[in-house]
């Protein structure tokens, strides 16, 4: 299956003091989605979804959900992914808000649970029956549009994060999505509902107060979405020839990629880039630079690309510190730049025919690192 092309971004092509210091910026791919096929998002319109929602989920203001808050009553998760100004002359769908304008985009939580189980499953085989599909798999997801993979990644991501998180975690209360689903806040009071002795039916109760919780007092009275900060590295061999690639255990024998692992409290991106090599592979790294990022949503890390290198006799493979990687190996820079020139076609997704080589294909952070390395980026000279 070709790959999509990676995205763009705007005013690249304008000269400017840093682009010339340091090149152009480089960018990433994604900066179970409802689809059409493994390349194309499927959208759906309002009136299809709108068994699931209320009328107009957003009649009340922020202030008035809070006050007419109630934790029995539970309803599907609905996130509000922006406007796409670059369409706001091609559809009809055109939302004019203020000094604004584009069309609107959403994702709503399917799954069938809770009092629209029925209607959830419903409209699932609905949609299967219209030819659409939920892709499942990472892989599926790299093969999508960079424009649509963006989407998904918020949409994924920001719905992953409420789904996890119904609870204050400072008093563990239930709390409220508000903003549009990039926030939850945890109500000073709840209109819960009540059941009598003599019958089964809820029946309202008066807004009771709840319990104290420490949000509600300063600053600290949101909760927002978690973004997991992962550092993933081209580490270069002292003599500039080699880079160490790793396997881990569950891959096959001859896919190897960049060695990753997330940054812990307290820590800066370089000395997890030095930390994690050493765990991983026992190799000692010295300079490291900061390339490029990518949003990873599985479910919430960001990718902080780097390229490193390690000191003169700090090249020894020592795979004892951390059980992790089934293998970690050098390879020369022109063995390199073929498995990448290989991965320019279906990538992961291609059989594994031979021995050679295989890399990630250029939708990851991982490819993009190893050949900027092969391509010179260690050779850039400053051009301020």
Request: charged share 25%; hydrophobic share 40%; with cysteine.
């Amino acid at each position: 299956m070709p790959q999509p092309d990676l995205p763009t971004i705007r005013h690249s092509d304008i000269d400017l003091t840093l682009s010339r210091r340091f090149g152009r910026e480089p960018v990433n791919y994604f900066s179970a989605p409802l689809a059409e096929g493994p390349t194309k998002l499927a959208f759906t319109c309002r009136k299809d979804i709108q068994r699931l929602i209320s009328d107009d989920p957003y009649k009340k203001s922020e202030e008035e959900a809070i006050l007419a808050y109630n934790s029995t009553a539970w309803v599907p998760q609905l996130i509000f992914l922006g406007l796409d100004e670059r369409e706001h002359q091609k559809h009809d769908d055109v939302l004019r808000w203020a000094s604004y304008s584009g069309v609107p985009y959403f994702a709503l939580d399917v799954t069938p649970k809770g009092p629209i189980e029925a209607q959830a499953k419903n409209l699932i085989q609905e949609l299967i029956a219209q030819g659409k599909i939920f892709l499942e798999g990472r892989l599926m997801h790299l093969s999508l549009p960079a424009h649509e993979a963006a989407m998904y990644a918020q949409a994924s991501a920001l719905t992953d994060w409420n789904v996890r998180n119904p609870f204050c975690a400072s008093c563990g209360q239930p709390t409220l999505s508000i903003q549009g689903g990039t926030k939850r806040t945890c109500p000073p009071t709840d209109i819960a509902s009540a059941t009598t002795s003599s019958s089964a039916a809820p029946a309202p109760r008066p807004n009771s107060n709840r319990l104290p919780c420490p949000t509600r007092k300063g600053i600290a009275n949101l909760s927002f979405p978690r973004t997991d900060p992962t550092v993933i590295m081209a580490i270069l061999s002292a003599d500039s020839r080699h880079l160490l690639v790793g396997r881990k255990r569950q891959w096959p024998e001859n896919l190897f990629s960049a060695l990753a692992g997330f940054v812990e409290p307290a820590e800066s991106v370089e000395e997890a880039v030095r930390r994690e090599a050493w765990e991983e592979s026992g190799v000692t790294v010295g300079r490291v630079v900061i390339h490029s990022s990518q949003p990873w949503p599985y479910p919430a890390n960001l990718m902080i690309g780097a390229i490193a290198q390690t000191i003169p006799g700090g090249e020894e493979v020592v795979l004892k510190h951390d059980p992790e990687l089934g293998d970690a190996k050098w390879v020369g820079l022109d063995e390199v730049k073929t498995a990448l020139a290989e991965a320019e076609g279906d990538g992961l997704r291609e059989e594994l025919r031979d021995g050679n080589l295989r890399l990630p294909p250029k939708t990851t952070i991982a490819n993009q690192l190893l050949k900027a390395v092969v391509e010179g980026f260690s050779d850039i000279t400053s051009k301020m």
